[in-house]
């Protein structure tokens, strides 16, 4: 195991080391210390991304220091996806699959006396921490799923893949994953540095083999509990909050996945772009910070950002809808509420934030709504 690396920042110690696996040795980054009685923020990035590149903007913003003053951070970069990462052994070496990856989580859990968690993920990264909290329920108090796919890769789509990865070079095939059509064809300064980074910042080989893992992932089989049915199905157990913006490729998965989760502790946010982590680091740090009250801390945390942006505009493109039954469109359809373990959960609504400014922090539950 590599020598672990520690730098101080502000006030906060930062510790840098490799964790070693079965698989390989992990690069991990934890900010903080963690407490007893508190899960630690544990993040996993996407494909053509590490923790720096995917989170960076989100935990560097200002709001996101109210969370992280309450927190320890823990970021998690898969294996060979860190910045300058030589190439990983040709022969007697197998990349990790997406459940062997999921599996890393609780050595690294233990490596740092880490007892809970709740999971921030992107793309790859948010199916990996979806079948880490199914595997091992206890060690999960809750989960920010973005861009989530809970299915397996289609044999239609692995077909188009397959035919498009002899014509696309790797960096064509990561920018279609991470971002819809609309931001490709108009975003060029956007799309161009995500390219640069892909192409020059990450081991091609080390990056091919995380691509082919994540389109070779199974299927999480998750099935929405049924009152008065089959309760006892496979699904995620903690409160989860599912994002994903209206142009995202992601978007259908993550309706699909939403609408096959436990609709009382599931929330379904979407917003009016592709939602990678650095473009809206504000909205999300407000979404999150949401979310993280209702699960029973930060009670005292402001709220108004969303506030603001909610009672400044009547044009809102993004919604969390706190129905319990199920909507015919499946564009629109979002569940929230619901009570984590052992811990009193209070539905919070933004929509009744807007209309009472003075006490943001746990509104009445309703729909609520904020502007992109």
């Known amino acids: 195991m590599a020598l672990p690396f520690c730098i101080i920042y502000g006030s906060q110690k930062i510790q840098e080391e ?4 079965p698989w390989g040795k992990v690069q991990c980054s934890l900010k903080g210390n963690p407490r007893g009685n508190r899960p630690v923020i544990l993040t996993y990035h996407d494909i053509g991304l590490n923790h720096q590149t995917c989170f960076s903007s989100l935990f ?23 910045e300058g990462a030589s190439m990983l052994p040709t022969t007697g070496f197998e990349y990790p699959s997406m459940d062997q990856m999921s599996e890393t989580l609780p050595i690294i859990l233990k490596h ?9 993920g992107v793309g ?4 990996i921490l979806a079948k880490f909290a199914l595997s091992h329920p206890d060690l999960v108090e809750g989960l920010v799923l973005i861009n989530f796919n ?29 971002f819809g059509k609309e931001e490709i064809q108009n975003d060029h300064d956007l799309i161009a540095t995500f390219r640069h980074h892909v192409t020059n910042n990450v081991n091609q080989t080390n990056l091919q083999h995380f691509v082919k893992s994540y389109y070779g992932r199974k299927d999480l089989e998750i099935e929405r509990p049924v009152p008065g049915g089959n309760m006892n199905v496979k699904t995620l157990k903690c409160p989860s909050l599912l994002v994903v913006g209206d142009s995202s490729p992601a978007v259908d998965a993550v309706v699909d996945s939403n609408s096959r989760l436990d609709p009382t502790i599931t929330t379904l946010l979407k917003v009016c772009t592709c939602v990678q982590t650095e473009q809206l680091p504000g909205k999300l740090t407000e979404a999150i910070k949401y979310f993280v009250q209702g699960m029973g801390y930060m009670a ?17 493109c993004s919604s969390l809808d706190g129905s319990r039954s199920r909507s015919q469109s499946a564009r629109s359809q979002a569940q929230q509420g619901g009570e984590p373990r052992g811990r009193s959960h209070t539905d919070v609504s933004m929509e009744s934030a807007s209309h009472s400014l003075a006490e943001p922090a746990m509104p009445a539950p309703g729909t609520a709504q904020v502007t992109c």
């Open 60 to 82: 560097e913003h200002e709001d996101m220091q109210e969370i992280t003053g309450h927190f320890a951070v823990c970021h998690v970069t898969a294996i060979g996806q860190q």
């Open 18 to 21: 490799d964790v070693e696996t």
């Open 124 to 127: 790859a990264g948010a199916y």
């Open 150 to 178: 809970a299915q397996a890769e289609g044999w239609m789509d692995w077909a188009a893949n397959k035919i498009t990865g002899w014509t696309q070079t790797l960096s064509d095939v990561v920018i279609t994953h991470l």
């Open 300 to 316: 005292s945390a402001s709220m108004t950002r969303l506030i603001r942006s909610r009672t400044s505009s009547g044009n809102s």
């Open 112 to 120: 740092f006396g880490i007892r809970t968690i709740i999971g921030v």
